[in-house]
């Protein structure tokens, strides 16, 4: 029973706050505009909940992990963005019973609370789990009612589900996404990679991103996405096969090969999530064995290969 949870969703004071904020527009660099409100604050304590029960964390410190989650955002009540972690880290005591927390579990959540946002001074296990389950709430509630439809929150749309996975080598993120989803967009909200990663660090952990089952993502140095080992081996294969197949005559056994061993790797079986790696020819040909030809001969269930 998450009693400090269930009894700040009562607070009648807590949910008054939390209403106002949801009628205000947090825009920044005029193009943010995402949800800051109750249904977020929920998400996130669903995901704190995740995190802190595969760490193995005891019911008290989910209960206080999942209440932090409530109270992360609440600084935006003062109407300011830029510094509403640090807002929010020195108000939230209003809307809890002190009597219900120890000196130590306040500190722990004022901290937690405080670095929420970059992540840069992670000291307990709930300030590890807010962070990360903030930046795993990138789902198309965050920007379908946006009063900004740009290209990065139409994108954010086609987001999902997102899932995490921690065991005792990995921390994995997995998105679940629409097949045209264009993983480039990541790039303009960098911290939906940057702080897993220091999750994953903290814990010494491997950090692994999926996108559709899809080990597709690492970032360099300069921040930017890169295909991760696996999928530059891959994606390496896939030029070279399709450079070989537009060059010669092949049969529609190679063709068919070829998609088959792609389908192995992607159980959507849609080649969108490599666009961003694959130098365009390489994509279209592929795109159009796999819309054309290919589709044909799946179509056909043939079991054994007949050249053309």
């Not at 209003?94 to 004022?110: A, G, H, P, Q, T």
Request: contains cysteine; aromatic residues 10%; proline residues 1%.
């Amino acid at each position: 029973m998450m009693n400090l949870y269930n009894k700040l969703l009562n607070n009648k004071q807590y949910i008054i706050t939390v209403q106002e904020i949801e009628q205000m527009k947090f825009i920044t660099d005029g193009k943010w505009d995402w949800e800051h409100g109750l249904g977020h604050y929920k998400r996130v304590a669903s995901y704190v909940e995740k995190i802190l029960t595969q760490l193995n964390a005891d019911k008290r410190t989910i209960d206080l992990g999942m209440t932090c989650a409530l109270l992360h955002d609440i600084g935006l009540s003062k109407g300011d963005k830029l510094d509403h972690a640090l807002e929010s880290s020195k108000i939230f005591t209003k809307y809890i019973d002190k009597n219900d927390f120890s000196l130590e579990e306040i500190e722990i959540v004022r901290q937690a609370i405080l670095d929420h946002s970059k992540g840069d001074n992670i000291q307990s296990l709930i300030g590890l789990a807010l962070v990360l389950a903030d930046k795993l709430d990138i789902t198309y509630h965050r920007t379908i009612h946006s009063s900004i439809q740009d290209v990065m929150n139409k994108e954010i749309q086609k987001i999902k589900k997102v899932d995490i996975i921690i065991n005792d080598k990995d921390l994995i993120v997995q998105y679940f996404t629409e097949p045209d989803f264009d993983v480039s967009i990541l790039k303009n909200w960098i911290k939906a990679i940057t702080i897993p990663q220091k999750a994953a660090s903290y814990l010494n952990r491997n950090y692994i991103l999926l996108i559709n089952n899809q080990e597709l993502i690492n970032l360099n140095a300069e921040n930017k996405i890169t295909p991760s080992d696996n999928a530059i081996q891959f994606i390496t294969k896939l030029q070279n096969q399709t450079n070989y197949l537009k060059n010669n005559e092949v049969s529609f056994k190679e063709k068919f090969g070829l998609i088959q061993d792609y389908s192995k790797h992607q159980e959507q079986k849609d080649l969108t999530n490599y666009k961003y790696f694959l130098n365009s020819s390489a994509y279209d040909y592929l795109k159009g064995l796999e819309q054309s030809d290919i589709k044909q001969l799946k179509l056909s269930k043939i079991s054994s290969y007949h050249d053309d």
